[in-house]
């Protein structure tokens, strides 16, 4: 039982994933008519459809959310005073893959939601700074990446062309011509008559 217990929580996950997968999908469109003629879109019971399962989703989501967190805070004290404990887990998790959003929706709205529907405006105010906090740390991320993005462009191994070599500078001490350009790329260097679009020399760079 100890080692089915895991089992089970990354079944439940992939499970989760898998319907909210399928349940975000827009319903298949059809051409339709209508009270106003035909449209192409959705049917009536498919919209009504999708929005029951984004509940029963959504449901899910909050019951395996609140078994985690009792998971991580709650389970060290409890699995001490209850005998059996894992295999009340393992029921308990069978019970929420089987019914799935049936089991889910009546775990919410006679038990979390009532819990939780005194601090509604404290829980609110929390999301909405976490939010604001999480902004700002993103735009901080960005700032130094703005700054090193045209070094990255220049200096990158994967850049398409690295280095121009204007004319009259020497590479490997060989002197190009006026008309003469070279052009740097991925370690080869290639250089070019002016006017031409077919390298006239390639080489290595060691």
């Known amino acids: 039982m100890p080692l089915f217990s895991p089992l089970l929580r990354l079944f439940m996950v992939f499970l989760n994933i898998y319907d909210t997968f399928k349940t975000l999908k827009e319903p298949p469109s ?29 449901a899910v989501w909050i019951v395996w959310c609140c078994f985690t967190l009792y998971e991580r ?14 295999e009340f887990k393992s029921i308990a998790l069978l019970f929420l893959i089987l019914t799935r959003a049936r089991g889910a929706e009546p775990i919410f ?10 601090y509604n405006k404290t829980i609110d105010t929390s999301l909405e700074f976490a939010r604001m906090i999480g902004d700002m740390l993103f735009a901080l991320v960005l700032v130094p ?6 070094w990255v462009r220049a200096y990158a191994p994967w850049s398409s062309v690295q280095h121009v070599v204007e004319p009259h500078h ?8 006026k008309s003469d350009y070279t052009v740097r790329q991925n370690g080869r260097v290639q250089s070019y008559v002016k006017g031409e679009l077919s390298p006239r020399v390639s080489r290595f760079i060691l």
């Open 73 to 86: 805070f709650g389970e060290p004290i409890i699995y001490l005073f209850i005998p059996f404990y894992d």
């Open 30 to 58: 059809k051409y339709r008519r209508g009270p106003e003629g035909e449209f192409y879109g959705p049917s009536a019971r498919a919209v009504v459809q999708r929005k029951r399962d984004l509940k029963g989703c959504l």
């Open 170 to 177: 020497e590479v490997r001490g060989q002197e190009m011509t």
């Open 145 to 150: 990446l703005d700054f090193l993005q045209p």
């Open 109 to 118: 709205l006679h038990v979390i939601r009532p819990f939780i529907r005194p």
